[in-house]
């Protein structure tokens, strides 16, 4: 049989008791973690008007926007009919199922909530918080990898995984494929604009490319995943993450081109 054996990680990393740790939990914690350190230090490099107070509202304002709107999102969107089955089950959060699309609806209802309360625009925040976006992007994609869940489309490339969970048949390792390209490269990408003051400057330019490269690369890479079970194709070829993605390319390219003709 053609493609790699799954390594079999356990969904868990270690258990105390009834309590258990999971990767799923892990990426969670730390990456927001990992954003909440970065941020201050760049809060500090260049003298932006946050006090720690500030910083550790917009942490739990964000944090709630993160699981509040994931996990509502993903009930909403990839859920089907087994929530409102079984209602009880959208309170186990630590099964996984959450939709980054949501997650990030949830994000910028809690910044605008945010900016209200300390009178900065709302774009100058989400310029700063986007930058490290990814890298929760990166380590929740590898936790999918973990739970083995969200594989990809049957294939005979060579690098192939055959999970357990998908027939054991050899599939696109798409998880990685999108930790890779929405989490590495749009970091990459993401942080090195922000490192020219003159795109910096430029407030909403940064939270614009992001929404725009989330959306090439999530589009690009839902055609090597498997489109959810009970949701399947749309209008013969179109995944339900395609079409949540289209919103976010046409608001990124908006938001860049008035951050560029507008007077800061």
Do not use: C
Not at 102 to 115: A, H, M, N, Q
Not at 172 to 190: K, N, R, T
């Amino acid at each position: 049989m053609t493609g790699l054996a799954y390594p079999e990680i356990s969904p868990i990393i270690f258990s105390i008791g009834p309590m258990a740790v999971r990767w799923y939990s892990m990426a969670y914690l730390v990456g927001i973690i990992s954003a909440w350190l970065l941020v201050k230090r760049q809060v500090r490099l260049y003298q932006i008007p946050l006090t720690k107070e500030n910083l550790d509202d917009l942490v739990f304002d964000v944090t709630l926007g993160i699981i509040l709107g994931g996990r509502l999102g993903y009930v909403l969107f990839y859920g089907g009919s087994l929530f409102w089955e079984h209602p009880l089950q959208i309170l186990e959060i630590w099964k996984g199922g959450m939709s980054f699309h949501g997650g990030i609806i949830g994000v910028i209802l809690g910044i605008l909530y945010f900016s209200h309360q300390v009178k900065m625009p709302f774009l100058k925040i989400t310029d700063l918080v986007v930058l490290y976006v990814p890298i929760g992007i990166f380590l929740g994609r590898l936790a999918n990898f973990a739970n083995d869940e969200l594989w990809g489309r049957v294939t005979d490339v060579a690098w192939a995984v055959r999970f357990p969970n998908g027939g054991y048949l050899p599939r696109h390792p798409s998880q990685v494929y999108e930790a890779l390209a929405e989490g590495v490269l749009m970091f990459l990408i993401l942080n090195l604009l922000w490192r020219f003051k003159g795109i910096r400057e430029k407030t909403g330019f940064v939270s614009g490319a992001f929404a725009f490269l989330y959306a090439v690369f999530r589009m690009s890479m839902e055609q090597f995943r498997e489109p959810d079970a009970q949701l399947g194709f749309f209008f013969g070829s179109i995944t339900m993450g395609q079409m949540l993605s289209l919103p976010f390319f046409i608001i990124g390219i908006l938001v860049m081109w008035r951050s560029v003709v507008r007077k800061n």
